[in-house]
């Protein structure tokens, strides 16, 4: 058949050559606006591609065509989201001028797409740890400082992973790690899976390809386990007081425990332990969130309500403080070189007061001299204290779990319910302090308290 028979078949028209780039001096600043779909050039090898899809929304995309060594290559650049037509233009501009030193820009972004992914692979799971920790810590109260986010991780894990590539280890690893104290310290090894989950979220969000599965894949090898939470166990209301009693206000340790009891625990010991004069507001001690258990930027204020037996205490305690520290270690006093040993402290991070262990260690001794029948810790006052305002009116719930800061009801309510009950738990604390100093006891006698 001729060419004019077969354009004869197609109405006598002649196919229709293949549509040109529109052929424009430089594309105009609206550009983005106005296109229809096609492929239009700016010069310099830039080259705007516009699509239509199939619901109808309009999609620009730049590209760079060059030649080299004879053969003519396209590559993209980025969607016009990304860039602007400037910005398109000088990414051009930077390609052509790899072009005009023989560089096929294609094979050069291949090869530093290799050389990372070859970065990535060899990062060992202890860089990753780190790093992961960096990024986390900002959610940590004191930045992670009292490393008990990553300890578990550098005591447990690191030893037998830190070395490892990342990306090569599995679950069953894992398993291996965590298998010796999965039983024996099951609610470390909870943390360590934790942790490694953290970890490995941010390996993949950094571009390496781990298994975001591996912690619930160990959890599920590593089987149950026979962990029973013990509480710490309550003293006694009446050994609360008898122990309260035994004080010596002499000493600044036994200071600080004596608040400790007067506040029911309330604050916790290591806010009471850093307590410090700008930390008395009036008629209360003001604990910022940051200072109280939880979650940094997600814990409430704490306003602890000063009573008649608190005031001597913090009086005392007022005078013999150091750097504004109300229970300042017992190594700072009498020291020559005060003011400088301070210094050297307060720049190391190190808060000059008395160590939790000072407090414990008192508990410890009563422990023994009296032969309490369990081991009793100052944490177990706070149960001791609940338990006493429970028997003592049940019917202040609301009261008694603030005096604890504990939060009550759920979200909604708590939006809803803002009072912190400071009168009523004042009310309730000096009715404790009551009966810790004996006011309350059947003789009807106050019991001093040594060295007041």
Not at 295 to 322: K, N, S, Y
Request: net charge positive; with cysteine; hydrophobic share 40%.
């Amino acid at each position: 058949m001729t060419l004019q028979g077969i354009a004869g078949e197609h109405g006598g028209k002649s196919p229709s050559p293949k549509k040109a780039f529109p052929q424009l001096p430089h594309l105009p600043p609206n550009i983005l606006q106005t296109a229809q779909p096609g492929k239009y050039t700016d010069g310099g090898g830039l080259v705007l591609d516009v699509k239509r899809s199939k619901s109808g929304r309009i999609t620009h995309s730049w590209g760079f065509r060059f030649t080299l060594a004879g053969k003519r290559r396209e590559m993209g650049i980025g969607s016009s989201e990304r860039f602007t037509l400037a910005q398109a233009r000088q990414r051009a501009s930077e390609l052509s001028q790899l072009v005009a030193r023989g560089i096929d820009p294609i094979e050069q972004r291949a090869e530093q797409a290799r050389q990372l992914k070859a970065k990535r692979d060899v990062l060992t799971f202890k860089a990753m740890a780190h790093d992961a920790f960096e990024a986390h810590k900002a959610t940590l109260k004191g930045d992670g400082k009292a490393s008990r986010w990553f300890g578990p991780v550098r005591l447990h894990l690191l030893p037998s992973l830190g070395e490892r590539r990342i990306t090569e280890i599995d679950q069953r690893d894992l398993t291996d790690t965590l298998r010796p104290i999965w039983k024996a310290k099951h609610p470390t090894a909870k943390k360590c899976l934790d942790r490694v989950l953290v970890i490995y979220r941010y390996a993949a969000a950094s571009g390496l390809n781990v298994d975001m599965q591996i912690a619930e894949k160990a959890r599920a090898l590593l089987g149950a386990h026979n962990h029973v939470v013990k509480n710490h166990p309550a003293l006694p209301a009446d050994e609360v007081a008898r122990f309260f009693q035994s004080l010596d206000m002499g000493d600044n340790g036994h200071r600080a425990l004596a608040l400790y009891l007067l506040s029911g625990g309330g604050a916790r010991l290591k806010p009471l332990r850093e307590l410090n004069v700008s930390n008395i507001h009036g008629d209360h001690l003001f604990f910022p969130g940051e200072e109280m258990k939880g979650l940094r930027g997600r814990t409430d204020d704490f306003r602890l309500p000063i009573t008649r037996d608190m005031e001597p205490i913090l009086e005392r305690a007022a005078q013999d403080c150091v750097g504004g520290f109300l229970f300042s270690s017992n190594r700072l006093a009498g020291n020559d070189h005060l003011d400088k040993h301070y210094t050297a402290m307060a720049r190391s991070g190190r808060v000059p007061v008395i160590a939790d262990n000072t407090m414990e260690e008192v508990m410890r001794r009563r422990e023994r001299d009296w032969r309490w029948a369990e081991p009793f810790r100052l944490h177990g006052i706070r149960a001791s204290f609940r338990s006493w305002a429970s028997e003592t009116n049940p019917a202040l719930y609301a009261v008694v779990e603030a005096a604890l800061a504990h939060k009550v009801g759920s979200a909604v309510e708590r939006t809803y319910q803002r009072h912190d009950f400071l009168e009523e738990r004042r009310d309730l604390l000096e009715q404790w302090a009551n009966h810790l100093t004996g006011r309350t006891g059947k003789s009807g006698v106050v019991v001093a308290m040594k060295g007041r």
